[in-house]
């Protein structure tokens, strides 16, 4: 339909952060007709046009010499496409009533001395508008048209002050001066976008289309000379156009080119992290810390949203992308361009202290290098300005300090609606090149270390650490650098340990199963502690027990009312809000702030807590006073409130109720506290025993379906839940309890789809469905375990393990069925599974 050049600009228009459609009425999206007040829009263009309108981040208008008036009428379009008439003189349909009492009597004369002008030509039709009138003449006779055109001149020369223009069949003069290009360039600047296409038939179109520049696109309707670069022949061809760009569009805001979850690689300094694609590209990070706003997020709202990415330029293969050793410094290397990044880490950096984070990009080899640094203040909702100064670029107006140091580098800034964006190209045949993001401080100044070494500070940083750990001999590789994850995601000021450095990655493909992990979940938290006091490492756990006991001794309630997640400083999260802007990974919408969880009832929260302690009493650790007090106090809380129902482990957004996992980790807390106090403290409980037990009676009497043959979600059902895999592995059961091998084939059964496990399959009140959940996996691996079934637990191993990104980090779902990883990346549940898996097959058998 149309030409390879157009097929190829309509491709990259489909890829624009913020597109702005606009096209002319009469010609282009409604066939010329001999009755103007006839002129409607053909339905496939008008459809494809609200299509497009509805779109993220897409801006729609059209530009017509029509009054505004008729222009809404005829068109019938929606309010989300932007009409302007007049040819840019109006933007408000009240605009008329506005008008100088001088200007008005100046337009009666015009009408007046046009209607006497034209009173003798058959087929003349005058078409009044708040500031011109338009003289049409399209079923005028050939051989009357020339003396038609002289009078109305005499008219506008008579009158003085009036602009004549000429367009197809038409003659319009024109009392306030304007133009469809000055238009076009208002309606530009008012939706900020980075490009645009302008579609139009007429003479007066060619205004427009002498302001396009750059990335836009003009395209010209019909015959006739023009300045835009390419042509369609009809109104017909349009729709098909505005549709081919529409279905690209859709394609590309809902993640036809987005790299899969599991591609990215993480970054940490333990106060922020940074995801990196297989290409160099950082499209995550937020700054001062972890849980504040992202400077750059095309992660989950597209390149518009921010982006610092380094690309090798005539590069033919794909890259190849590598941790270096045990640690969190990243390679992307090309046959001619090699960038390593690293969150600084260095010995004396003050990044997992003070408020302060370096993030470094070195980019060596002997090829060439194209730099492009966008970032994009508060998730791209506040402008972002650069400056260029000595040795690098400052963000002008970041609440927060942020400079990028970058000697040798000369940039060029390109205005990008409200934002700015750097790029530079490098000839790395010169010698390397070193990006120093530096957030918390505007200094250029050196560092007081070189490059190199800071980079083998930091590598020795995470790879020290690691050289201490008991790694076992099952899947090492993967088990370190599970470890190396969950030590990134510890929060070095405050001892917190997050579920997850990222926002809003879906559950569910183009669902709204997307939710906020930045933060510290006291469940999440203490069962990756756990898995880390599991490799040997307990100081970790040790924080974490510093930062809770700071919580509760902070708190205006008691234990029994911890939330189940906090800020990483230990305070109250902020009200759960959704971006609107951002179109979410893959077009998975809304992108959410915060997680309303936070005011849920949790009560398995407890039990991580106490079996972590626990844990640390079998290492003999410097367990205290504050923490035997900690064991009394959470004791003294499930007494209080066990029997009492609540949202679960899953934090399902309905009534809460009896669920069977609340009540087996509300066991298990008062269990590990009975054996805490007489192994670690010398302390004799009775009472808490006769608590144990009574929990443990409720368990039975109301957890087990006989007609299901398993334990199930809640009292009230007889739902399938693989959380009550837990009823064996916390040792409420022992391995030779014919329900819990019932329980675990059950839950094999109806949930498990090949390597992956699901949490439920009942209906939880939100749509779409959800992957399989990684930890639940890995707890069936660990049930297999302990039924001896050795074989078939090192299988589903083997498949879970093949999961791992290429970096070997895991996300927190696995879909079966499109074999895409989902949820947020990377996931503390996923890595601490599979350490625990790791240990448990090593040694053949369950250690708790």
Known sequence: ?????????????????????ACDYDGTIAPIVDDPMKALPLRETAVALRNLATLPHTHVAVISGRSLRDLAALSRLPVEIRLVGSHGTEFDIDFALDLDPDLREYRRNLVAGLHE????????????????????????????????????????????????????????????????????????????????????????????????????????????????????????????????????????????????????????????????TPDARILWMCVPRIDSSAIFAELVGGPGSGHFSVSAIGATSAPVQTYVGNSLVLCTSWPAVTVTDYLDCSDGRPGRISGRTDLVRVIEGDGRARIEFAPRLDFGRFPTQLEVREGGLEVVNAADLVVLRSPNVDWNIDDAGMHQTAWAEVDLSAGPITLELRCGTASMRPDRSDEPSRRSSTAAFWSDWVDRLDIPGTATELIKRSALTLKALCYGPTG??????????????????????????????????????????????????????????????????????????????????????????????????????????????FGPVLDLIHRLGELDAPLSARHWRLVEDLVG??????????????????????????????????????????????????????????????????????????????YDDNDLDASVLMV??????????????????????????????????????????????NLMTSWLIDSKILLGDLVGARDLFNQLTGLAGPTGLMAEEYDPVTRRALGNHPQAYSHLGLVHNACNLSTSGFAR
């Open 637 to 714: 809380a499930v007494d209080q409130r066990w029997t009492e129902p609540d949202q679960g482990i899953w934090e399902i957004r309905a009534a809460p109720r009896h669920h069977v996992y609340s009540k087996i980790m509300c066991w298990v807390t008062v269990d590990r506290a009975v054996d805490i106090a007489e192994k670690v403290f010398g302390r004799e409980r009775p009472e808490w025993q006769t608590l144990r037990d009574e929990i443990a009676a409720d368990i039975f009497a109301n957890g087990w379906k006989d007609e299901v043959g398993a334990f199930t979600a809640a």
């Open 1 to 21: 339909m149309f030409n390879e050049q157009l097929d190829n600009s309509v491709d990259q228009l489909a890829r624009t952060p913020l597109l702005l459609v």
């Open 117 to 276: 002008a034209c009173d003798d030509f058959e087929g003349v039709t005058l078409e009044k508008k708040p500031t011109s009138v338009a003289v049409h003449y399209r079923r005028v006779a050939t051989d009357q048209v020339e003396v038609l055109l002289a009078r109305v001149a005499a008219v506008a020369d008579e009158l003085g002050d009036v602009t004549v223009r000429h367009g197809k069949m038409v003659c319009e003069l024109l009392l306030v001066p304007t133009d469809k290009g000055k238009a076009l360039t208002t309606v530009r600047g008012s939706v900020g976008a980075n490009a645009v296409m302008f579609l139009g038939d007429d003479v007066t179109d060619e205004d427009a289309f002498a302001t396009l520049h750059g990335p836009d696109v003009g395209v010209k309707v019909g015959g006739g000379e023009t300045t835009a670069p390419f042509r369609v022949d009809s109104p017909h061809e349009v729709a098909v156009l505005l549709a081919t760009l529409c279905a690209r569009r859709a394609d590309w805001l809902a993640g036809a080119d987005v790299a899969p979850i599991e591609a990215h690689s993480m970054l940490s300094d333990q106060r922020t992290a940074a995801l990196v």
């Open 496 to 605: 917190a340990i997050l579920a997850a450095p990222t926002t809003s990655l879906p559950e569910f493909l183009g669902g709204v199963r997307n939710w906020d992990y930045r933060y510290c979940w006291i469940r999440d938290a203490s069962l990756a502690a756990g898995a880390l006091v599991r490799l040997g490492s307990i100081d970790e756990a040790m924080n974490l027990l510093d930062w809770l006991l700071q919580v509760i001794e902070t708190s205006d309630t008691g234990p029994e009312r911890l939330s189940p997640l906090y800020t990483v400083n230990g305070q109250q999260l902020p009200p759960e809000a959704t971006i609107e802007e951002l179109p979410g990974y893959a077009g998975s919408r809304p992108v959410r702030i915060g997680n309303a969880a936070d005011h849920q009832v949790q009560l398995d929260v």
């Open 728 to 773: 064996g592995l916390s040792g409420l059961l022992g391995p030779d309890d014919p329900r819990f091998k019932s329980t675990v084939a059950a839950i094999e059964t109806w949930l498990r789809d090949g390597p992956t496990v699901y949490r439920y399959k009942h209906d939880d009140g939100l749509p779409g469905d959800e992957g399989g959940f």
